[in-house]
């Protein structure tokens, strides 16, 4: 009985040829085109900053352990990509935005007036409690808890429409971010260290 083998080269060399590196990245720049888009629809005419510019993604990050195989692969065959786009074009994500538009309306006089504040995670809540008048206080609460579960809603809407529930996270802490930087000056947020700040 005659054995066959296959020289050790030509085995790598398929192996190889049968391997596609796919580099899914979170499309940050992306995130923040679309939410700066979704925000100033919410926030109506109001002035606020323009988008920050973002520092181009590498396209690829090395760490030294796994840099000899990840190299060598990518020397017998270069990375495909999934170039990603963020889409927030679903009537789920429409209808979260019509509401948060009506609602903002609402909002818009507490902000001014520093009673309420834009948190760290992408929500709003009663920053100064005695600025709202007694009577108002119930209805002021009311509405930052439905902002607060449309929001929620639309981070993870956003994540899922694009097919990646994993970048909720990262949808949520973009949104955080450009929420505060679309908004007027005077309005009040929370900084890193947890601490408000007035902007």
Not at 119 to 133: A, C, F, M, N, S
Not at 159 to 179: C, V
Request: hydrophobic share 40%; aromatic share 10%.
């Amino acid at each position: 009985m005659k054995i066959i083998r296959i020289p050790v080269a030509m085995t790598l060399l398929l192996f190889v040829a049968a391997c596609v590196t796919i580099n899914v990245y979170f499309p940050a720049e992306a995130a923040q085109k679309a939410a700066d888009r979704i925000i100033q629809d919410v926030y109506g005419e109001q002035p606020g900053e323009t988008a920050a510019p973002v520092e181009p993604q590498s396209r690829l990050q090395y760490n030294e352990t796994s840099f000899s195989g990840d190299v060598l692969l990518d020397w017998f065959i270069s990375p495909a990509h999934a170039n990603a786009d963020i889409s927030v074009n679903t009537p789920a994500i429409q209808q979260l935005k019509a509401s948060m538009e009506k609602r903002h309306r609402q909002l818009a006089p507490y902000y001014t007036s520093g009673a309420i504040g834009m948190t760290r995670d992408g929500e709003v809540t009663l920053r100064d409690q005695k600025v709202v008048p007694l009577k108002d206080r119930n209805a002021v609460k009311s509405l930052l808890s439905k902002e607060n579960d449309d929001r929620s809603a639309l981070y993870r809407e956003i994540a899922s429409a694009n097919g990646h529930p994993e970048w909720e996270p990262e949808i949520r802490n973009t949104f955080a971010k450009r929420w505060v930087s679309n908004a007027p000056a005077g309005w009040w947020y929370m900084n890193t260290q947890g601490a408000w700040v007035q902007k």
